[in-house]
């Protein structure tokens, strides 16, 4: 376990947390929530995702991955409504690990979260099957409206994202 400090402001154990696992939390009528899978390389950003994520009562991360191969591990074994994506995930590409979810697995959509706010690799996720982009500039309430948007069927795209795609296509 690794240190973490507590509200008094003295040191005590937190579990080390680790990709390629599911997420138990405590249950909250299951049932009716949003299963999220969150795969990223940092294990930073996946922890603040996880935060931000499991506030919700319609929302429940059900694992995370680092890496593409473990992604698509992680996706058979827990049956994910939705996967968070990042573009750059060290040797991988997350376009291309889209192109290949959506192969195997039409239904299941795609939300791409990066730090890239180039409209191309907006442009690049939509055409391998992603079903919305996000920056991760964007506030945390504007990741969850766009999950939550991509999981009632929408394409969703960051205000910044749309309006310079829009000029391009002008």
């Given at each position: 376990?690794e240190?973490?400090a507590?509200?008094a402001?003295q040191?005590?154990?937190?579990?080390?947390?680790?990709?390629?696992?599911?997420?138990?939390m405590?249950?909250r009528?299951?049932k009716?929530?949003?299963?999220?899978?969150?795969?990223d390389?940092?294990p930073?950003?996946?922890?603040?995702?996880?935060?931000?994520?499991?506030?919700?009562a319609?929302?429940?991360?059900?694992?995370?991955?680092?890496?593409?191969?473990?992604?698509?591990?992680?996706?058979?074994?827990t049956?994910?409504?939705?996967?968070l994506?990042?573009?750059?995930?060290?040797k991988h590409?997350?376009?291309?690990?889209?192109?290949?979810?959506?192969?195997?697995?039409?239904?299941?959509?795609?939300?791409?979260?990066?730090m890239h706010?180039d409209?191309?690799?907006?442009q690049?996720?939509l055409?391998?099957?992603?079903?919305?982009?996000?920056?991760?500039?964007?506030?945390?309430?504007?990741l969850?409206?766009?999950?939550?948007a991509?999981?009632q069927?929408?394409?969703?795209l960051?205000?910044?994202i749309?309006?310079?795609?829009?000029?391009?296509?002008e």
């Open positions: 376990m240190p973490t507590s509200d402001g040191l005590v154990e937190a579990p080390k947390r680790s990709a390629g696992r599911e997420v138990i405590p249950s009528s299951r009716l929530q949003k299963r999220v899978l969150i795969v390389d940092h930073t950003m996946r922890e603040g995702l996880i935060r931000v994520i499991e506030r919700e319609d929302l429940q991360v059900c694992g995370e991955a680092d890496s593409a191969p473990q992604a698509v591990q992680m996706i058979k074994s049956k994910p409504d939705l996967v994506l990042d573009i750059s995930l060290g590409n997350g376009i291309e690990l889209t192109a290949e979810i959506v192969s195997r697995s039409p239904q299941l959509m795609v939300l791409m979260h990066s706010e409209p191309l690799y907006a690049r996720s055409r391998a099957g992603a079903r919305g982009y996000v920056a991760k500039s964007e506030p945390p309430e504007n969850l409206k766009a999950i939550r991509v999981l069927g929408e394409t969703y960051n205000e910044t749309a309006k310079q795609l829009s000029a391009t296509n």
